[in-house]
């Protein structure tokens, strides 16, 4: 499917791809839930070394729910915040993810699921709240740095959907291959 453009076809692929992602989670063995993440070398980018097992995913997809319901509702409310809270930036975002790997290292699988069933219907009830122009206009508002205010949204929840499915896929593959 191509990234979406319009707010019918996010809040489309959105729920379609947390649809398919939560279908993924309900099948996978008591085995695949109790092995550890482990991924080749071959694979560079940090999360696939960060992420150890189902919580672990959850848990990034929920703290991402998070940055985007503080700074949409903070900016509307016209306080000036980035996307990305200091001390972090685009370019250290990497070290933001492991600060939310950490912080979430007593929380259980239960309720990593519940905070971002949660989360995902905040998102997906705030992008209701927005019209088809504000979300992908790129002059909407000032805030999004004449970015489309609906591609964070894509960011945040169709396209991390698919993500957490790569890589759930891609565990329940090592899994059929140890013995």
Not at 15 to 36: G, H, Q, R, V, W
Request: aromatic content about 12%; some cysteine; proline content about 3%.
């Amino acid at each position: 499917m191509a990234r979406p453009t319009t707010k019918k076809d996010l809040i489309t692929a959105a729920e379609a791809n947390y649809k398919e992602m939560n279908d993924l989670i309900s099948s996978l063995t008591e085995k695949e839930l109790s092995t550890p993440f482990t991924f080749d070398d071959a694979k560079k980018e940090a999360h696939w070394k960060r992420d150890k097992n189902l919580r672990d995913v959850l848990i990034h997809l929920y703290e991402w729910h998070q940055l985007l319901l503080v700074w949409v509702s903070s900016n509307k409310a016209g306080e000036d915040r980035p996307f990305i809270p200091k001390p972090y930036n685009w370019k250290t975002y990497g070290k933001m993810n492991e600060f939310f790997w950490q912080k979430h290292q007593n929380t259980s699988l239960d309720e990593a699921k519940e905070m971002l069933e949660k989360s995902h219907s905040e998102v997906m009830a705030l992008a209701e709240t927005f019209t088809n122009d504000e979300l992908f206009s790129r002059e909407a508002f000032k805030w999004t740095n004449k970015n489309a205010l609906g591609s964070f949204f894509v960011s945040d929840t169709a396209s991390h959907y698919s993500w957490a499915v790569k890589k759930l896929k891609a565990h329940r593959k090592n899994c059929k291959n140890v013995k």
